[in-house]
């Protein structure tokens, strides 16, 4: 079996595309108007090169190759983890049976829906962090919005080959579908909500790698449990990536509390705003929006699509193996999140339906880390004010709170009221216009915006000042 990709070829791979002509035709044809796409849709700031890193093998040891590429020549490829020949899958009815190498009929429908949910979340990122690089803080800042952002189109490339591979026509519909919703697109939107939502700025930014790259970093982890082997060997090597957008969005928020606490302390004031930071209840405001607008990427408290999910062997649990029960799940209940006569409550479920809550919960743990830390950076600083998650039923859209109005405490609120207090909560125009204003390019070698404090460690062993990105 091949590990290491073939460079030489038009889409470096490990999945032995040179011995399968036609789907070696199929993702070729695609592959213009991909990158079509990323010219017109992708990062808007003219580059000559940047120091990026390039996944070139799949071994546990060294998987990424390190160096300054031109973006267009970015190589994205397609490459899956190596595969366990004994694999069984571990979960639902199909528990003990030998993973599948093909996609069993029944469950064509659902494993090409949960594929296509997941590849349209990749290219709508790309499209919402489209202008960030002419604002960037820093030359280090704008190379991982790169990272980021080529990463997230070889993730798109990841799906479209279990579409072309796997689904035959409809596949490849499907792909081509692909790069033809539009994050924010009347027309034609992206599929889940928070993926239409702007990022117009780099708190913005930092916040969506924060928590919703965070739902992606979970959902991953539950295909990467699938029965259908290639879904969950794909997923295995996607989270590998997705380790430095976790990064990038906890340091990322880590360096605006930093700089701001360091001016609040410096001035012995809670009001920054006249001095060139981020106020904190401004930074709370940003956490309050991505936070709940990532909660509704789990879909409902409940739902009988993951119940049947799961019984079908298709999506697991985070860390499945770790479970200590029968993996079928079949007798058991869960309590769940619930407008029990109109207040908010919780009311018991089969474990199957409530499984979308076992997985935000596993999340909001994750979630509750990052609000720990940047609380330790004020704590370090002397100052009193504490960041927090908001209440679950806070500004939400799905599930059961989407009919209710909360405040972050999770106190019930009417609509007028709603509307009245939101903006205490929720960025305002104001608060957006403020953050927008402080966005002034940062792009000489060592150098770093006043709002943002800089990182601890560059890339690679890099330091701060290395010539991460060459512009044109
Ligand atoms: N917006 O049965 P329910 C990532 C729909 S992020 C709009 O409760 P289910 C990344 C739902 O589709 C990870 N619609 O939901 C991060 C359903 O529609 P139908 C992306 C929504 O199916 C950053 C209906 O409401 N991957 O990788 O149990 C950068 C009833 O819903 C939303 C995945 O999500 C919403 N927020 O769970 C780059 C994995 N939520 O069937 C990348 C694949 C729900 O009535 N997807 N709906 O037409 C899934 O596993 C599931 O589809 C969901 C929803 C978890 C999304
Ligand atoms: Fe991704
Ligand atoms: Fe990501």
Redesign the pocket.
């Known amino acids: 079996m091949t590990t290491a990709p073939d460079y030489s070829e038009k889409i470096p791979n490990n999945v032995g595309l040179a011995e399968d002509r036609r789907l070696q035709r199929a993702l070729e044809s695609w592959q213009p108007d991909f990158l079509s796409w990323w010219e017109s849709m992708g990062p808007a700031l003219p580059t000559r090169d940047v120091y990026l890193r390039t996944a070139v093998n799949v071994g546990r040891e060294g998987w990424a190759h390190f160096g300054h590429v031109p973006m267009l020549d970015y190589r994205w490829g397609i490459f899956l983890a190596e595969r366990d020949p004994g694999r069984v899958i571990g979960f639902g009815e199909h528990k003990g049976e030998p993973a599948w190498q093909q996609v069993p009929g029944e469950y064509r429908a659902d494993l090409q829906r949960?594929i296509v949910?997941?590849g349209d979340?990749?290219p709508a990122?790309v499209e919402q962090q489209r202008n960030l690089g002419a604002i960037a803080p820093s030359l280090y800042d704008l190379r991982n919005l790169f990272q980021v952002n080529v990463e997230?189109g070889r993730?798109l490339w990841a799906m479209v080959y279990l579409l072309h591979a796997h689904f035959g026509r409809q596949g490849r519909e499907e792909a081509g579908e692909l790069l033809h919703r539009n994050s924010g697109s009347q027309d034609a939107p992206r599929?889940?909500?928070?993926f239409n939502e702007e990022t117009p700025d780099w708190l913005s930014f930092f916040m969506f790698t924060y928590f919703?790259?965070r739902?992606?970093k979970y959902?991953?982890g539950t295909?990467k449990e699938s029965g259908f082997d290639p879904l969950s060997r794909t997923c295995e090597f996607m989270l590998k990536e997705e380790a430095h957008h976790m990064m990038v969005g906890t340091t990322g928020v880590d360096r605006v509390v930093e700089r701001t606490a360091q001016v609040m302390v410096e001035n012995d004031t809670d009001d920054v705003t006249a001095l060139g930071a981020i106020g904190l209840p401004v930074i709370q405001k940003y956490l309050n929006f991505h936070y709940s607008v990532s909660l509704?990427?789990?879909?409902?408290e409940t739902?009988t699509?993951?119940a049947n999910y799961y019984t079908a062997g298709l999506?697991g649990r985070w860390l499945e193996d770790r479970r200590k029960d029968d993996h079928k799940l079949a007798d058991d209940s869960i309590m769940v999140d619930a407008l029990v006569e109109g207040e908010v409550a919780q009311s018991e479920v089969s474990a199957l339906t409530g499984l979308?809550t076992d997985l935000r919960r596993e999340y909001i743990a994750d979630c509750q880390t990052g609000v720990s830390r940047w609380n330790k950076i004020l704590q370090s600083a002397g100052l009193p004010q504490r960041l927090a998650l908001p209440h679950a039923a806070f500004n939400r859209k799905?599930g059961a709170f989407a009919s209710i109005e909360a405040t972050p405490a999770g106190e019930l609120l009417s609509t007028e009221e709603w509307q009245r207090r939101k903006g205490e909560w929720l960025p305002t125009d104001v608060d957006k216009t403020y953050v927008r204003s402080l966005m002034q390019p940062v792009l000489e070698r060592g150098k770093i915006a006043a709002w943002i404090a800089p990182p601890r460690n560059g890339i690679n062993g890099k330091p701060f000042d290395y010539d991460y990105v060459h512009l044109t």
Do not use: P, R, W, Y
């Open positions: 949960l949910i997941q979340t990749e990122s997230e993730h599929i889940l909500g928070a919703t790259d739902d992606g959902q991953l295909l509704d990427l789990f879909g409902g739902s699509n993951v999506k979308n799905v």
